[in-house]
């Protein structure tokens, strides 16, 4: 079962900021938040990901909030070829060559982003 | 480009029939993944090699059989498939560290059962 909540579908107008909020009121102190995205058929692309400070890179922001039970990703300028679904995820810690199936990530269903011109 | 390539692209075959997919990442990951993606549903992980031992079998069916030879390959191999197991599988890679576990995916393979 997903462990997290996202909303199924949001729409944006091209150029514009794109917000993607994500609940995972069930998130441990030592698990990180990441965020996918999957272009129509095509495997899912790495975005960002965070454990409790915000982070920014080259594609998009992460805003975890203080109680890390929510998140949101931020598209600042968004384009038509950001129209994807987009996963939010997180992963809990593990050391190198740890067995246990703790490498595993659960994605839900996403949110489909539309962005339009 | 990811990194990680997965052959074939496309596959049709019977019920009856034995075949392979095969991953190949070169991005000297020490995990590798199978995921299964049917139509409107969430990606659905199948196997995890760690170290290419295998850690995670997610009670998939026997008719499907993971083979990782290598820390750069990584088969499944089919047989005795039903419909319902038409879907994508993505073969993913990735450097497990104990803050970082981006994972890499291949473009898929298209499955048809027939």
């Known amino acids: 079962d997903a462990k997290t909540t996202q909303p199924p579908s949001m729409d944006c107008a091209e150029g514009r900021a794109a917000n993607l909020p994500c609940n995972h009121s069930t998130i441990s102190g030592n698990e990180y938040v990441y965020w996918y995205r999957q272009i129509h058929s095509q495997g899912p692309q790495y975005i960002i990901h965070g454990l409790k400070n915000n982070e920014t890179n080259e594609m998009a922001s992460l805003i975890i909030t203080e109680d890390r039970k929510s998140s949101t990703l931020i598209l600042p300028h968004a384009t038509l070829r950001d129209t994807a679904v987009y996963y939010c995820?997180?992963?809990?810690?593990?050391?190198?060559?740890?067995?246990?199936?703790?490498?595993?990530?659960?994605f839900g269903k996403g949110t489909k982003l539309t962005v339009n011109p | 480009e990811t990194g990680v390539t997965q052959t074939p692209r496309h596959l049709v075959m019977g019920m009856t029939n034995k075949k392979s997919l095969k991953c190949e990442q070169h991005?000297?990951?020490?995990?590798m993944y199978w995921y299964k993606q049917s139509a409107k549903k969430p990606l659905e992980l199948m196997f995890v090699y760690n170290f290419k031992e295998q850690t995670e079998n997610n009670s998939v069916p026997s008719r499907f059989s993971p083979e990782c030879p290598n820390s750069s390959h990584l088969f499944l191999h089919l047989h005795t498939l039903q419909p319902e197991d038409s879907a994508l599988y993505l073969c993913?890679?990735?450097?497990?560290?104990?803050?970082?576990?981006?994972?890499?995916f291949g473009p898929g393979t298209r499955l048809t059962v027939l």
């Open positions: 995820t997180y992963y809990p810690f593990v050391s190198p060559g740890e067995k246990g199936g703790s490498e595993k990530l659960v």
């Open positions: 993913a890679s990735s450097q497990i560290s104990a803050t970082y576990n981006e994972q890499f």
């Open positions: 991005l000297g990951h020490n995990a």
